[in-house]
C-alpha cells in the first residue's frame, strides 16, 4: 500500500473487546491512567462550557491508535487561552486536539518515544481530516 492510500484511510471505532489494550497502546502501559486523565482534563480546560464528562471513543487506524473523542452529536466550543483560539468543533475533532495536547504536554514530562510516535501518527492523520484547519489553528 501506498503512503498515499495509507494517508487517506479513515479512522475506525476500536471494538468493545479491544478497547482494553487501546490505552496502554497509545501512552504506554505505564502512563496510561496518566494519559487518559490527562485527555480528559485538557478537554475539560478547553470546553469548559460544553464538556462534563461521560463516555468516550477510542479510534484508530491500520490498527495504530490515534486518539479518543467523546461521545456526542454536538459541536463544542473550544477556547484556548494560550494561543487565542475560539472556535466549534465536532465532537471527534474535539477529541483530536485534546489528545494532541495530552501526547505534547506528556513528552515533555516523560521520556517515552511512544508518546512522540504516537503525536506524530495523530498530527499526520489529522491532515487528511474534514476539520484539519480548525485542529492545527487550535494546537498552534
Known amino acids: 500500500m501506498t503512503q498515499a492510500a495509507t494517508a ?8 468493545e473487546a479491544r478497547r482494553v489494550e487501546f490505552l ?3 501512552f504506554s502501559p505505564a502512563l496510561m491512567l496518566i494519559g487518559e486523565r490527562a485527555i480528559y482534563q485538557f478537554m475539560s480546560w478547553l ?3 460544553d464538556y462534563t464528562g461521560g463516555l468516550w ?8 491508535p490515534l486518539f479518543l473523542s467523546p461521545d456526542s452529536d454536538k459541536r ?9 483560539y475560539m472556535g ?11 489528545t494532541l495536547f495530552a501526547l505534547s504536554h506528556l ?15 495523530l498530527y499526520e ?10 485542529i492545527f489553528k487550535a494546537i498552534d
Open 57 to 64: 471513543h477510542f479510534h484508530e487506524r491500520g490498527g495504530q
Open 8 to 15: 487517506l484511510k479513515p479512522a475506525t471505532l476500536v471494538p
Open 107 to 121: 513528552s515533555f514530562r516523560h521520556e517515552a518515544d511512544q508518546l512522540s510516535e504516537a503525536y506524530m501518527r
Open 47 to 49: 470546553a469548559p462550557d
Open 24 to 26: 496502554p497502546a497509545l
Open 76 to 84: 463544542l466550543r473550544i477556547a484556548c487561552e494560550t494561543n487565542g
Open 88 to 98: 466549534e468543533v465536532s465532537a471527534e475533532a474535539a477529541g483530536i486536539i485534546a
Open 125 to 134: 492523520f489529522t491532515g487528511d481530516h474534514p476539520e484539519a484547519g480548525e
